[in-house]
C-alpha cells in the first residue's frame, strides 16, 4: 500500500490526495449535468460549498461533543486542522439538516438535489475505496486467487480494488442512465438508484474484507447495515418506477 | 424487435415484478450474510506482527539515552504510546512537549510514552540536544541502525501507534504535529480498555 507520496522533504497523505481528485472529478461530472435539471454550474457550486462546510463543521462540533474533556484542557485542539478529530455521522447529519433548511428556503425540490450530485457522491465513494487501497484500511481476507495481493504476511483479495471497480461500472451506469432517461424520471430516481447498486455492493463484497466490525453470532455489522439501506432504497425507488411505468401501454 | 424496445420491455417486467424481485434479493441477501459468518475463521491465538492496526506490534530491543535497555515485549500489557521522530524534523519538535505532558499526566495510569530517535537519518549530538529539555517519564530510545523503524514501516516523520493492554496496534497517526486533544481521547480508550 502507499499511505504517502515522498516529494522531497514532504510526506504527502495519498488517500486525501486521491479524495481530493475523486471529489474535484464527481463535482465536474455534476456541473456537467446540473443545466439539464435547470441548475447553472455556480447553483451546484454553491450547493457544494455549503454542504462541505456545514459537514465539516457538525462532523467536527460533534467529535468535541463526545469527546469534550479532551478538548477541555486543550481549547486550542477545537481548530486542530487533524481529519481525525471528525465524527463522520455527525458531519452527515449537519449536512443533511442543512441540505433540509436550503431546500425549503430556495424551494429546489431535495429530490432533484440528491440526484443533481449522485454522479459526485459516486465518484467520491470509488475514491473512498482507492484511498483505503493506498491507506491498507479495510483488507482483504486471505486467499488463493491468481489476482491475491501480498498484504501483512498473506496473499489476499484485493478487497478495496473489488469495490472500486464495482463503484466505477456503478458510476458509468449513473451517468448513462442519467444522460438518457433523466427527462423522464421522478425526482430521486437517480439517486435512488446509486443507493440500491451501492448497498447491494456493500453487502456481497464486506464478506471478502478481513477486518470488518463483527457483531453477536459473528455477523459483519456493514452488510446489516448495507441490507436495511438496501430495504429501504429498493421500496422507495419501486415507487418511483411504477410511476414512470405506469401510464405506458 | 430492436435493443431499446427490448431493454424497455425487460425493464417494465422489472417494475410490474418490483416486490417479488425485491423479495428475492433481500432474502439473498441474507442467506448470504448469513453463510458468510459461518465462514468467519477462529480467532488466531497467535497473529503474526506487524505495524498496522489490529496487529500485534513487532518486537524490539532498544537501548535508553542511559544506555539500558528496553525490550517492547516486557511493556506489552500496559497501554503504549510509541512515537518515531528526528531533531530535524519541525513537526516531531512541536509535538514533543505535549507527548511529555501526555506522560507526565498519565504515568500513574500506567502509560508508556516511548520516543524512538530515527538516528539513522539522525544525528547523535542534534538528537541529545533535543532530547535533554524533556525529562521522564517520556523514555527516548536510540535507533542506530534503521532496524526498527524499518520493521515499522516508516514512511513519514512524526509516526505515532497507539498499543493497547491487549498488546494490539489501535491506531496509526502519520504526521503531526499530533493534536493534544486527539492524543487525549486514544490514551483515555487505551486506559479505559486497559481496567479491569
Same mark, same amino acid.
Given at each position: 500500500?502507499?499511505? &504517502?507520496?515522498?516529494?522531497?522533504?514532504?510526506?504527502?497523505?495519498?488517500?486525501?490526495?486521491?479524495?481530493?481528485?475523486?471529489?474535484?472529478?464527481?463535482?465536474?461530472?455534476?456541473?456537467?449535468?446540473?443545466?439539464?435539471?435547470?441548475?447553472?454550474?455556480?447553483?451546484?457550486?454553491?450547493?457544494?460549498?455549503?454542504?462541505?462546510?456545514?459537514?465539516?463543521?457538525?462532523?467536527?462540533?460533534?467529535?468535541?461533543?463526545?469527546?469534550?474533556?479532551?478538548?477541555?484542557?486543550?481549547?486550542?485542539?477545537?481548530?486542530?486542522?487533524?481529519?481525525?478529530?471528525?465524527?463522520?455521522?455527525?458531519?452527515?447529519?449537519?449536512?443533511?439538516?442543512?441540505?433540509?433548511?436550503?431546500?425549503?428556503?430556495?424551494?429546489?425540490?431535495?429530490?432533484?438535489?440528491?440526484?443533481?450530485?449522485?454522479?459526485?457522491?459516486?465518484?467520491?465513494?470509488?475514491?473512498?475505496?482507492?484511498?483505503?487501497?493506498?491507506?491498507?484500511?479495510?483488507?482483504?481476507?486471505?486467499?488463493?486467487?491468481?489476482?491475491?495481493?501480498?498484504?501483512?504476511?498473506?496473499?489476499?483479495?484485493?478487497?478495496?480494488?473489488?469495490?472500486?471497480?464495482?463503484?466505477?461500472?456503478?458510476?458509468?451506469?449513473?451517468?448513462?442512465?442519467?444522460?438518457?432517461?433523466?427527462?423522464?424520471?421522478?425526482?430521486? &430516481?437517480?439517486?435512488?438508484?446509486?443507493?440500491?447498486?451501492?448497498?447491494?455492493?456493500?453487502?456481497?463484497?464486506?464478506?471478502?474484507?478481513?477486518?470488518?466490525?463483527?457483531?453477536?453470532?459473528?455477523?459483519?455489522?456493514?452488510?446489516?447495515?448495507?441490507?436495511?439501506?438496501?430495504?429501504?432504497?429498493?421500496?422507495?425507488?419501486?415507487?418511483?418506477?411504477?410511476?414512470?411505468?405506469?401510464?405506458?401501454? | 424487435?430492436?435493443?431499446?424496445?427490448?431493454?424497455?420491455?425487460m425493464l417494465k417486467l422489472l417494475v410490474k415484478n418490483w416486490t417479488m424481485f425485491s423479495l428475492i434479493l433481500l432474502a439473498a441477501g441474507v442467506v448470504w450474510i448469513a453463510w458468510t459468518a459461518s465462514q468467519i475463521p477462529a480467532e488466531q491465538s497467535k497473529m503474526k506482527a506487524y505495524p498496522h492496526k489490529g496487529f500485534p506490534p513487532p518486537d524490539f530491543t532498544l537501548r535508553t539515552q542511559t544506555g539500558d535497555e528496553i525490550h517492547?515485549?516486557?511493556?506489552?500489557?500496559?497501554?503504549?504510546?510509541?512515537?518515531?521522530?528526528?531533531?530535524?524534523?519541525?513537526?516531531?519538535?512541536?509535538?514533543?512537549?505535549?507527548?511529555?505532558?501526555?506522560?507526565? +499526566?498519565?504515568?500513574?495510569?500506567?502509560?508508556?510514552?516511548l520516543a524512538v530517535n530515527t538516528t539513522y537519518q539522525d544525528t547523535t549530538e542534534g538528537a541529545t540536544r533535543f532530547m535533554n529539555e524533556f525529562s521522564p517519564p517520556l523514555l527516548f530510545l536510540w535507533d542506530m541502525k534503521g532496524d526498527v523503524s524499518h520493521a515499522y514501516q516508516i514512511t513519514a516523520l512524526p509516526t505515532t501507534f497507539f498499543i493497547g493492554s491487549e498488546g494490539l496496534i489501535t491506531d496509526v497517526v502519520i504526521g503531526?504535529?499530533?493534536? +493534544?486533544?486527539?492524543?487525549?481521547?486514544?490514551? +483515555?480508550?487505551?486506559?479505559?480498555?486497559?481496567?479491569?
Amino acid at each position: 500500500m502507499l499511505p &504517502t507520496l515522498q516529494a522531497g522533504p514532504l510526506a504527502i497523505s495519498t488517500p486525501g490526495i486521491v479524495l481530493l481528485f475523486g471529489l474535484y472529478f464527481g463535482l465536474l461530472l455534476s456541473e456537467r449535468r446540473a443545466p439539464s435539471r435547470g441548475l447553472s454550474p455556480n447553483r451546484v457550486y454553491q450547493i457544494s460549498a455549503i454542504i462541505l462546510a456545514s459537514g465539516l463543521v457538525g462532523a467536527r462540533l460533534s467529535y468535541i461533543l463526545l469527546n469534550w474533556p479532551a478538548f477541555r484542557a486543550d481549547l486550542v485542539s477545537i481548530f486542530s486542522l487533524n481529519y481525525k478529530l471528525l465524527d463522520p455521522w455527525g458531519g452527515f447529519m449537519a449536512g443533511l439538516v442543512i441540505l433540509l433548511g436550503y431546500s425549503r428556503k430556495t424551494g429546489l425540490p431535495l429530490g432533484k438535489i440528491f440526484d443533481t450530485f449522485t454522479p459526485t457522491l459516486s465518484a467520491l465513494t470509488v475514491a473512498a475505496h482507492l484511498a483505503h487501497f493506498a491507506s491498507g484500511s479495510g483488507f482483504g481476507i486471505p486467499a488463493n486467487v491468481p489476482w491475491a495481493i501480498e498484504f501483512l504476511g498473506a496473499k489476499r483479495h484485493p478487497f478495496q480494488i473489488y469495490e472500486a471497480v464495482t463503484g466505477l461500472l456503478i458510476l458509468i451506469l449513473v451517468f448513462r442512465l442519467d444522460t438518457q432517461q433523466q427527462a423522464k424520471t421522478p425526482e430521486g &430516481t437517480l439517486f435512488l438508484t446509486f443507493v440500491t447498486l451501492s448497498a447491494a455492493s456493500q453487502l456481497f463484497w464486506e464478506a471478502f474484507r478481513a477486518d470488518s466490525p463483527i457483531g453477536y453470532g459473528g455477523l459483519r455489522l456493514t452488510q446489516i447495515t448495507a441490507w436495511i439501506i438496501l430495504s429501504l432504497s429498493l421500496w422507495l425507488l419501486g415507487k418511483r418506477l411504477k410511476l414512470i411505468y405506469k401510464n405506458q401501454p | 424487435m430492436n435493443k431499446a424496445s427490448y431493454t424497455l420491455s425487460m425493464l417494465k417486467l422489472l417494475v410490474k415484478n418490483w416486490t417479488m424481485f425485491s423479495l428475492i434479493l433481500l432474502a439473498a441477501g441474507v442467506v448470504w450474510i448469513a453463510w458468510t459468518a459461518s465462514q468467519i475463521p477462529a480467532e488466531q491465538s497467535k497473529m503474526k506482527a506487524y505495524p498496522h492496526k489490529g496487529f500485534p506490534p513487532p518486537d524490539f530491543t532498544l537501548r535508553t539515552q542511559t544506555g539500558d535497555e528496553i525490550h517492547l515485549a516486557d511493556l506489552l500489557g500496559k497501554p503504549i504510546l510509541l512515537n518515531f521522530w528526528a531533531s530535524w524534523c519541525p513537526p516531531c519538535r512541536a509535538e514533543m512537549p505535549i507527548l511529555e505532558k501526555i506522560s507526565e +499526566e498519565y504515568n500513574s495510569a500506567n502509560l508508556v510514552v516511548l520516543a524512538v530517535n530515527t538516528t539513522y537519518q539522525d544525528t547523535t549530538e542534534g538528537a541529545t540536544r533535543f532530547m535533554n529539555e524533556f525529562s521522564p517519564p517520556l523514555l527516548f530510545l536510540w535507533d542506530m541502525k534503521g532496524d526498527v523503524s524499518h520493521a515499522y514501516q516508516i514512511t513519514a516523520l512524526p509516526t505515532t501507534f497507539f498499543i493497547g493492554s491487549e498488546g494490539l496496534i489501535t491506531d496509526v497517526v502519520i504526521g503531526g504535529p499530533i493534536s +493534544e486533544a486527539l492524543l487525549r481521547v486514544h490514551i +483515555e480508550n487505551l486506559i479505559e480498555a486497559s481496567s479491569p
